[in-house]
């Protein structure tokens, strides 16, 4: 009896191992490809643990079939954790790249010099933000996700169409410089298109220049320069899609695909979106929310060329219509008299090539071509305008020794505008048709020690309108030999050619007139600014904080003046000038574990020189600048649901509204605060479900419009003893109030 039990016992025991055939073989890196060594790689539901040999190598063997979630986990870098699918005899490998925990920090940027360096060696501060930053809070269009990025604040300038722009460190979007893979999507009409212009799915990631860059960029870059990087087609997901619906009935599509022919990779992105419904939240019987529907479409190829450099070739085109205004109006009634309503109307469309040249010394070549048409009506008032613009640069590279590295080059902008308003063409204010820029510009990089960087350089332009133009600047940096702590410092000079349609979309206003008083100068800048970088790695988690304080002096100033007149939009020069100075403070905390938090503080104090009644001159504020502002995003993810939290909010302090004489609504903004949440589920195959809630507290600006019930001023002689009359530009944010989404993402 005891030869049969142990013949079965043994052949129990061989079945046993036949079916415990599988096995799990893995590669763990960090940053480069680095092989990563110890580190513990555990399979949870087995309760099962390794750690990594010295190439970074693991292996499990006689594994049961099934599906199972690993962790991997490494002092200095981020928690790892994935689903992994066991099939019976099946011998699976991985290759897992850890995420170090101060990885914003070695992020490669271009924006400050024009060549790609890790952000902690670069000798300007710029401040990166990846798409999965965007992530946790997401939007349609750029435009709205900036505002979440600490130091930016996106100002409503129309209380109808909600046209608006970005405002870094206090200053209008018509200061800042917006690129798109380091092409100028120059200002005017153009400007405010170029965050609404690009797929969300096709962003890479954002580069924020704070400071004057008209050394590198020309005129427009004194406030800063906003750097759009899309996806790179040789390394980018073979497909990805994203769909979100929200309770107010948006729905936006982003879809993007990548292509191989030969040696070269193409990605082509399309997204669209769509809102039709009418709202009108807050009573006054104006649209809440503009209706529009959008569609953007963007290719991009990249070829190898003989030098190992990467040619690519882009195009891209933007179509958008928008309308607001009051709830009886229609689309087909733009240009009514009797219904108020605005309409906006847009094309844009850009193709270009970025392409290395077989020089001995490092050579880039862009060539791009990009046009804008608008049409639109303000009420009554028609307005119709082309914007094109040619675009070239000639940049080299010149490593002279291990010490320094020179850079220089050359750039040219012809810029053709035409439309049909009296305002760019009549006297004092008239512009050419035909403007251009000629500029040249060089920087030196000295490495004066290990710890210690000096950056010199210039640009001079010549443009038909702004004459001759020289914008030096200097900056210095300083490391400790850890690279825990930098200190930087720049002083630099800017300037900006005004553009009528340049100054913000009050220039084609339904409810005020124009008036300028005298042909617009360029206005000119001395900036300086120091930046200090803190980098504390503790066990399990780093903590980086960065703190700077700018100043900028204006030596002529156009700011449009509301107060003079209430049916008027005031433009003229202002030699006195006007200061602007703050500071900025980002400190963000990640864990090992899945915990990431981040938190932002902005104090803004720009003012305006004055001559007072008495001769004296005086400071005035100037509106639409909120001092003080708090940013704020925490993230959480459960490893085994794959399941996360993300909060983000931001909290803004009263700013300086455009009231009228005797006007009943408070000249300032309340304190207020938007807040969001989000609730992510992973599943296998790069799938992902998505839903939380908008601005949850459910703030709603009260009466952004004044008179609502006579837009065309009618009867303001009725039952009106302060002689009120319609008026648009006290708007500030957005009035639609709370609102939850949901959506679908997807990763191959």
């Known amino acids: 009896m005891r030869l049969p039990l142990v013949l079965l016992s043994y052949i129990y025991t061989c079945l046993c191992i036949a079916q415990n055939n599988t096995v799990l073989t893995g590669l763990v890196t960090g940053e480069g490809e680095t092989p990563l060594e110890s580190a513990a790689v555990m399979i949870l539901k087995l309760n099962k643990g390794i750690n990594t040999d010295s190439t970074g190598r693991f292996v499990f063997t006689s594994l049961a079939p099934g599906r199972y979630t690993l962790r991997i986990s490494h002092l200095g870098y981020e928690n790892y954790t994935t689903d992994i699918v066991l099939r019976e005899g099946e011998t699976k490998n991985l290759t897992v790249q850890m995420t170090s925990l101060d990885s914003r920090l070695h992020e490669v940027v271009v924006t400050g010099t024009l060549r790609e360096v890790r952000k902690t060696e670069s000798v300007t501060n ?35 169409s909600n046209t608006s722009d970005v405002q870094i460190n206090g200053l209008e979007g018509n200061y800042t410089m917006y690129l798109i893979d380091g092409v100028p999507a120059f200002s005017a009409l153009a400007g405010y298109y170029a965050l609404n212009a690009i797929p969300m799915e096709m962003i890479d990631k954002i580069e924020v220049l704070r400071g004057p860059a008209s050394s590198l960029y020309g005129a427009d870059a004194i406030a800063g320069v906003i750097n759009i990087k899309t996806k790179n087609p040789q390394s980018s997901p073979r497909f990805t899609l994203n769909t979100m619906l929200t309770s107010l009935l948006e729905h936006n599509l982003d879809i993007t695909a990548r292509l191989r022919a030969g040696g070269a990779s193409g990605i082509v ?7 039709n419904r009418k709202w009108d939240i807050d009573d006054d019987n104006f649209i809440d929310m503009p209706m529009l529907n959008r569609g953007n479409l963007f290719i991009k190829f990249s070829l190898p060329n003989k030098n190992m450099q990467a040619t690519n070739v882009y195009a891209r085109y933007l179509v958008e219509n928008r309308y607001g205004g009051q709830m009886q109006f229609r689309y087909a009634r733009r240009g009514s008299r009797e219904v108020y309503g605005e309409v906006i109307q847009t094309h844009q469309w850009q193709t270009g090539i970025q392409t290395s040249l077989p020089l001995r010394s490092p050579t880039r070549l862009l060539l791009d071509y990009s046009g804008h048409y608008q049409h639109a009506y303000f009420g009554p008032n028609e307005y119709e305008g082309t914007q094109q613009t040619l675009f070239t640069q000639l940049t080299q590279y010149n490593q002279f020794d291990a010490n320094n590295q020179l850079m220089y080059g050359v750039a040219y902008r012809l810029y053709h505008y035409t439309d049909n308003s009296p305002l760019t063409k009549s006297a004092p204010n008239s512009l050419p048709a035909v403007s251009h820029i000629l500029g040249a510009f060089f920087e030196d990089e000295i490495r004066l020690h290990p710890q210690h960087l000096l950056l010199a350089g210039a640009r001079i332009d010549y443009g038909n309108v702004s004459k001759v133009v020289l914008s030096p600047r200097i900056n210095y940096k300083f490391n400790t030999k850890n690279e825990q702590n930098i200190v930087r410092a720049g002083v630099a000079t800017g300037y900006r050619v005004p553009n009528l349609l340049n100054e913000g979309y009050g220039a084609i206003n339904g409810s005020r007139e124009i008036e300028i008083t005298e042909a617009l100068k360029p206005e000119t800048t001395l900036s300086g600014q120091v930046t200090y970088t803190r980098i504390q790695k503790m066990k399990g988690a780093v903590l980086t904080l960065d703190a700077n304080v700018f100043y900028t002096r204006f030596f002529n100033f156009i700011e449009p003046d509301y107060s003079e007149d209430p049916g008027l939009i005031v433009y003229a020069n202002n030699t006195l000038g006007a200061v602007s100075t703050g500071c900025n403070i980002y400190t963000e905390m990640n864990f090992n574990f899945p915990l990431k938090l981040g938190a932002g503080i902005s104090y803004n104090h720009v003012r305006e020189n004055e001559l007072a009644d008495n001769g004296e001159k005086e400071r005035e504020e100037v509106l639409h600048v909120p001092p003080f502002m ?52 992973k599943f296998r195959g790069g799938w992902e479900w998505y839903m939380g809630l908008k601005n949850f507290f459910n703030f709603v600006q009260e009466e952004p419009i004044l008179r609502p019930n006579d837009p065309f001023n009618r009867f303001t002689d009725v039952d009106n003893p302060y002689g009120y009359r319609f008026d648009t530009t006290y708007g500030f944010t957005s009035t639609q109030g709370i609102k939850a989404f949901m959506g679908i993402r997807c990763n191959f």
């Open 126 to 160: 710029v401040d990166v933000y990846t798409s999965h930053h965007f992530e946790r809070n997401p939007y349609s269009n750029l435009h709205e996700s900036l505002n979440m990025v600490p130091g930016l604040f996106a100002d409503i300038d129309n209380g109808v």
């Open 269 to 275: 992105s399309a997204s669209g979106c769509f809102f």
């Open 630 to 681: 708090l940013n704020y995003y925490l993230s959480y993810k459960f490893p085994a649901p794959q399941l996360s939290i993300d909060l983000t909010g931001n909290l803004v302090s009263p700013m300086l509204l455009s009231v009228v004489p005797n006007d009943y609504r408070d000249e300032r903004s309340p304190w207020y605060t938007i807040q969001n949440i989000q609730l992510t589920k």
